[in-house]
């Protein structure tokens, strides 16, 4: 395991104090909630698909700085983005933080959630640097609830 | 702490602790998590695997010299255990895998035969899940209900409540004697006797109190005492179930197998006295004889000398990290274990705990397997340090630094 600090970068530090896109969307198409029972992290997504396209999204809920700045950046790469690319992101991703991409295999989509690569390092957290994707996946199958159990 | 009290020899002790002087990427370890796991001393690592490279077979069968002498250690061990907490005999003393298996077996089998449809069955408000949820599986079975003991803000339990929260229904008190999240310590003597003025059996959970202070089940009078191995310095896979005789005697057994039998024939199986009936099965030999020697240990060392050295460090640890501004102690009761939990404003116990990792010290973060705990301070979970005999003052200088580099980073 590295030095956790690395990880803790001011990116992250900051969208964890000030995370964007937060809030919910009364008039979504799409919702989904997430939880991490290890953890007690929990998150509400709200969405708006039209046309095939992320037009909005917005999230809520309380937990730790990863999961928090995993939320925060997560909803402002995809929003505006093609359904199947949010979708493809979050397949990167979470090969990404599980260290189980294989060797030489870009992740072009992720751009600065590259930021997150130093979670495989620390196993304990990779669930909550997930919740987020896991939950905008079951969002976008129509799913109610995501859990990392 | 009375002054009059040897201080432990601290730099000898922690020579049996081999973890203690590890070094974990790059920094040296500093274990602060006994409320989790307690470290085993090398005299009772080296007692478990001396058994196992010599003496090695099964106990209570055949007429080997082999086994004879495994029957003698393992019953051996069940006579330190009773002697350790001042049970009345050693057909008091149930072994169990743990303190959680314990807690199921009398719920299964003295639960079952006592609680029926409307009755009662109490429990603290700041019992560890161990003590919750087999209560809620046996309510739930007989449709009887839960009620809870509160507590003040400090964590220590409203014993006024009792009298309103004993009814004529209520068939069990559950109590915890050491909270493994506030490090309250109950007044689990005073509990047991407006129980049982009301004629309440009462169960105790033992486990964060064993490590730290003497327990003398006569004295508190408990119908229950429960503990494990792990938390006293012993190994995990065993624990203990103390019962007042005329309970276990009147209690159905549990697992139904070899060794609890007396006779089994395909019309009528008969089945041998508590605390045999119990045991259903090859028992962990290895494990009983390792806490046996765990309690030689600490008595050698002494409980008082244990006791006196560790509320130093609660008490040291508790002005230095009270200092730390934005941070907050949870449980703040007059009477406490060596266990301190504790909440930064703006700084998840999640984060807190990687970044503490990160300087090798080692402390649990999260509900702690007490939810109700976090729920009524209003937190979804907590850092918790706890600190044994062989933690040193500079340790916990160390936390205080690492505490304060985790704040700095947050800012």
């Keep these: 395991m590295s030095d956790p600090r690395e990880l803790y970068q001011q990116v992250i530090l900051e969208h964890n104090k000030k995370p964007r896109n937060f809030g919910k969307l009364e008039a979504c198409t799409h919702h989904a909630e997430g939880h991490n029972p290890l953890c007690g992290d929990q998150l509400e997504l709200t969405l708006v698909v039209e046309d095939g396209l992320v037009q909005d999204i917005r999230f809520q809920g309380s937990g730790c700085a990863i999961d928090m700045a995993s939320a925060s950046l997560m909803t402002g790469a995809v929003k505006g983005k093609p359904v199947a690319e949010a979708e493809a992101m979050a397949e990167q991703f979470r090969g990404m933080v599980r260290g189980d991409l294989e060797p030489g295999s870009e992740t072009p989509l992720l751009g600065k959630l590259t930021l997150f690569s130093g979670v495989k390092n620390l196993p304990s957290r990779v669930k909550c640097a997930v919740l987020p994707w896991a939950t905008l996946h079951a969002a976008l199958k129509g799913e109610a609830e995501a859990s990392t159990e | ?129 161990a003590n919750i949820v087999p209560w809620q599986m046996l309510a739930e079975e007989k449709g009887a209900t839960i009620k809870v003991i509160p507590m003040t803000d400090d964590g220590e339990l409203i014993l006024e409540s009792l009298d309103e929260l004993i009814t004529d229904r209520t068939k069990l008190l559950g109590v915890v004697h050491v909270s493994n999240v506030l490090g309250t310590v109950n007044p689990v003597k005073e509990i047991i006797a407006r129980a049982h003025a009301r004629g309440v059996p009462v169960l105790v959970d033992g486990a964060q109190a064993v490590p730290h202070l003497q327990v003398d089940v006569k004295d508190l009078d408990a119908d229950f005492y429960v503990f494990s191995g792990h938390k006293l310095s012993g190994p995990t896979g065993i624990g203990v179930l103390y019962g007042k005789l005329a309970h276990l005697e009147a209690m159905p057994p549990w697992q139904g197998g070899g060794s609890m039998i007396r006779s089994v024939t395909w019309e009528k199986t008969t089945y041998v006295a508590a605390p045999g009936k119990f045991e259903a099965g090859t028992p962990p030999i290895a494990a009983a004889i390792g806490l046996g020697k765990a309690i030689d240990y600490l008595t050698a060392l002494g409980l008082d000398r244990i006791a006196a050295h560790e509320h130093d460090l609660l008490v040291y640890a508790t002005e230095r990290l009270t200092r730390i501004p934005g941070l907050r102690i949870l449980g703040t009761a007059k009477q406490k274990a060596s266990v301190i939990s504790f909440v930064v404003e703006g700084i998840h116990p999640h984060d807190m705990g990687s970044l503490l990792d990160g300087e090798g010290v080692v402390v649990r973060a999260g509900h702690h397997c007490a939810q109700p705990v976090m729920a009524r301070f209003n937190v979804p979970a907590t850092t918790r340090a706890s600190f044994a005999y062989f933690n040193t003052r500079e340790e916990v200088d160390v936390l205080v630094s690492a505490v304060e580099k985790a704040i700095e980073l947050f800012k």
């Design chain 2, 1 to 129: 702490m009375s002054t009059a009290v040897q201080p432990l020899d601290v730099t000898a002790i922690r020579k049996d602790f081999p973890l203690v002087s590890r070094v974990l990427n790059g920094k040296p370890v500093i274990y602060l998590d006994s409320a989790v796991s307690g470290q085993m001393p090398l005299p009772v690592i080296e007692r478990m695997s001396k058994y196992e490279r010599d003496e090695h077979t099964n106990v209570h069968r055949g007429v080997s010299t082999l086994s004879q002498q495994a029957t003698d250690y393992f019953e051996a061990a069940r006579e330190k255990v009773r002697r350790f907490i001042g049970a009345a005999s050693i057909r008091e003393i149930v072994w169990t895998r743990g303190t959680t298996e314990a807690i199921n077996l009398v719920a299964q089998t003295f639960g079952r035969m006592m609680v029926k449809e409307g009755d009662e069955i109490l429990l603290s408000g700041m019992e560890h899940h």
